[in-house]
């Protein structure tokens, strides 16, 4: 399939996706319904993944801290639902919900996602109690620029995922396309690390806040959560 061809099937997703779950919003249900632990999928899976973030009161991750860290920030919550599944209710009562939905790495090579796939641990590790969720929203002027400059800006001048791959399989992650959904930001980024590896993860995103690329992100929020031990994501019956 050609490029063009994949960029509209993941639109056709991605319009399903928010009409499917646009009524559901709101629902009061609750969190031990359906309720299963972390699902292990790597990085690269090929059957996309729509997923939800809901910041309220309930929720299987301890907020530790939400940081504005550049334009709008968010409000700050005690807990965090982590929902996977178009057809999976959201918890009622929220005070902010972000929704996206996995897709390909669009800007790496075969060969730089061959080499993710080799060390990308799955996410739900026993070991990971700290994660983190990191929203950002890219400005106008990265989305004038064609593909080809984007990709020359975040690896051949940024080194985003050269960079990435010095901290796995320390450092789990997960990425969600949400432009596309006319959400607040364009990306949300998912990460899981043990406790020992957070000097790590502290240094990992300093890096790449210091890159060409991050010039043209115009908002992000830092939230950092701490998993309890009865975390669990809410899925839909179908996954």
Request: proline share 5%; net charge neutral; glycine share 8%.
């Amino acid at each position: 399939m050609s490029e063009r061809g994949r960029d509209d099937q993941e639109l056709d997703l991605l319009n399903a996706f928010w009409i499917k779950t646009a009524p559901r919003r709101g629902r009061n249900v609750s969190l031990t319904e359906r309720m299963e632990p972390h699902a292990v999928r790597r990085v690269g899976q090929d059957s996309p993944l729509a997923v939800t973030f809901a910041g309220g009161a309930t929720g299987g991750w301890r907020v530790d801290r939400v940081e504005q860290v550049r334009g709008e920030g968010l409000d700050r919550v005690p807990r965090l639902a982590v929902v996977e599944g178009s057809g999976a209710p959201i918890p009622s009562g929220a005070r902010w919900v972000l929704q996206g939905v996995t897709s390909n790495e669009r800007y790496a090579t075969e060969q730089e996602r061959e080499a993710l796939l080799a060390v990308q641990e799955p996410l739900g590790r026993p070991s990971a109690t700290r994660a983190a969720l990191i929203p950002i929203k890219k400005s106008v002027n990265w989305w004038a620029l064609a593909q080809d400059e984007r990709r020359a800006i975040f690896e051949e001048r940024s080194h985003h995922i050269g960079t990435g791959l010095g901290y796995v399989p320390a450092i789990a992650r997960r990425l969600h396309h949400s432009r596309d959904l006319g959400q607040p930001f364009d990306f949300l980024t998912w990460f899981e690390y043990a406790l020992t590896a957070a000097d790590a993860f502290e240094e990992l995103v300093g890096r790449l806040r210091a890159t060409e690329e991050w010039a043209y992100v115009e908002r992000e929020v830092d939230v950092r959560l701490i998993r309890e031990p009865s975390t669990a994501i809410l899925r839909s019956p179908s996954g």
